[in-house]
C-alpha cells in the first residue's frame, strides 16, 4: 500500500494528475521534498553544465567565423546562465514549508523570478537586435553560409539532447523554474535550426537573379 503525492512544492499543491508521485505509504512529507529538490538541482545543473559548454563554443566560433549570429548566441546563453545561476542559489528557499510569519511560504517568489528572468532576456534581445540592424545598415559582414549552417545544426542536436535528458529528470519533479528552463531550451532548439536552414537556404540563392542585379546597380 502506498500514497500519491502531489510533485508541487509546499503550499502550491495544484492537484493535476501528471503532477502526482506514489511513495510507499511510511513515506514522510520532508523525505518527499528533499527528493523533488534533488532533481530539480540535478535539472537546473545539467542546464547550466551545457550552457557554459555551449557559451565557450560558441564565443570560439564567432570569433572564426565572424559571424554576428552565432555571437547572438553566445551573448544569449551568457545572459541565462547568470539566471540559472541564481536559480540553483534560491532553490533551497522554494521548498522552505509554511509558517505564521511566511503563511504562503517562500514558493511565492518563484513566479517573481521568472517574470525578472523574462524581463532581462527580453532587453538581452532587444540589444542584440539593435546591434545586428546597425550591422546591416553598415553592408553587413561576410561569411561562410556552409560552414556556419553545418555548425547550428550540431547545436540544435546538441539542444536536443539535453532539452531529452531534462524532461526525463522533470518527470520527478515539477515546478515553475524546471519548466521555464526546458522551455528555453526548446526555443534554442527551435532558433539553431532556424538559423542553420536560412545560411544553408543562402547557399542556393548566391548566384540568383536578384543577387545579379544587386550587383549591376552598385557597380553602375
Known sequence: MGVFYCLCRPGGLCGKRKHLIFHPKNAKQGEIVNEKQKYEKIILRISLYAGMAFVVVELLMSLWSNSQAILMDAVFDAAELIVIGLSLFLTPLFYQPVSEKKPYGYSQFESVFIIVKGFMLISVTLGLITSNIQILLQGGRHVDHGQISAFEFVLAFLSLLV???MRHFHKKTASPTVEAEIYGW???????????????????????????????????
Not at 532556424?194 to 537556404?201: K, M, N, P, S
Open 163 to 165: 532539452l531529452l535528458l
Open 186 to 220: 526548446k526555443v534554442d532548439f527551435l532558433c539553431s535550426i532556424g538559423i542553420a536552414l536560412a545560411f544553408f537556404a543562402q547557399i542556393f540563392l548566391a548566384d540568383t537573379p536578384a543577387k545579379k542585379s544587386r550587383r549591376i546597380s552598385t557597380r553602375s
